[in-house]
T-cell receptor, first 114, second 113 residues
Framework: AQSVTQLGSHVSVSEGALVLLRCNYS??????LFWYVQYPNQGLQLLLK??????LVKGINGFEAEFKKSETSFHLTKPSAHMSDAAEYFC????????????FGSGTRLSIRP | DAGVIQSPRHEVTEMGQEVTLRCKPI?????LFWYRQTMMRGLELLIY????????DSGMPEDRFSAKMPNASFSTLKIQPSEPRDSAVYFC???????????FGSGTRLTVV
């Protein structure tokens, strides 16, 4: 069965520092992977997606993620954190054998220190 | 494009009452999903539809929950009777198979007292 595991329920970085949010996936077939962001009292917004094209995927707000098959990872990074990046981030995998069903990880709350 | 529209944004009801949550998907999207989000259980997929037909309702917690999609532009999630443990944020999302990713609504925060 396909699944994702997010390492660290809470990550805190200083403004201007590198952001690294970790996600590992489990899949017996090439997966489709996603990162979503949720700001307080809002729905989830798609940051970026990997659909078996380029392994380095660029998303909105300066975020990017790299698909590494050998490590079964899809970590999210941003070179320089902004205060506005404080939010909950969800890694997700699509079970395309079940027609577009997406399973979400448990989420990582990102805090930014001034 | 107005996005996925959910109503109401907030709902407070007494235990035992019927609650109906509503969702209007993005025009042209043929998949619709209902999720529930709680601190304890995270994001749970309750049910999803394709072309108005329920495909997988294995996440619906119990018979008190029911969902319908009478046409391509409207879906409801009903809880009858409601219980305090149903308190959560309920999200609706829609997509197409080609889009590979959902568009979420802003959610309905349900509080059952």
């Amino acid at each position: 069965a396909q699944s994702v595991t997010q390492l660290g329920s809470h990550v805190s970085v200083s403004e201007g520092a590198l952001v690294l949010l970790r996600c590992n996936y489990s899949s017996s077939v090439p997966p489709y992977l996603f990162w979503y962001v949720q700001y307080p009292n809002q729905g989830l917004q798609l940051l970026l997606k990997y659909t078996s094209a380029a392994t380095l995927v660029k998303g909105i707000n300066g975020f990017e993620a790299e698909f590494k098959k050998s490590e079964t990872s899809f970590h999210l990074t941003k070179p320089s954190a902004h205060m506005s990046d404080a939010a909950e981030y969800f890694c997700a995998v699509m079970i395309y054998s079940s027609a577009s069903k997406i399973i979400f990880g448990s989420g990582t709350r990102l805090s930014i220190r001034p | 494009d107005a996005g996925v529209i959910q109503s109401p944004r907030h709902e407070v009801t007494e235990m035992g009452q019927e609650v109906t949550l509503r969702c209007k998907p993005i025009s042209g999207h043929d998949y619709l999903f209902w999720y529930r989000q709680t601190m304890m259980r995270g994001l749970e997929l309750l049910i999803y539809f394709n072309n108005n037909v329920p495909i997988d309702d294995s996440g619906m917690p119990e018979d008190r929950f029911s969902a319908k999609m009478p046409n391509a532009s409207f879906s409801t999630l009903k809880i009858q009777p409601s219980e305090p443990r149903d308190s959560a944020v309920y999200f609706c999302a829609s997509s197409t198979r080609e889009s590979y990713g959902y568009t979420f609504g802003s959610g309905t925060r349900l509080t059952v007292v």
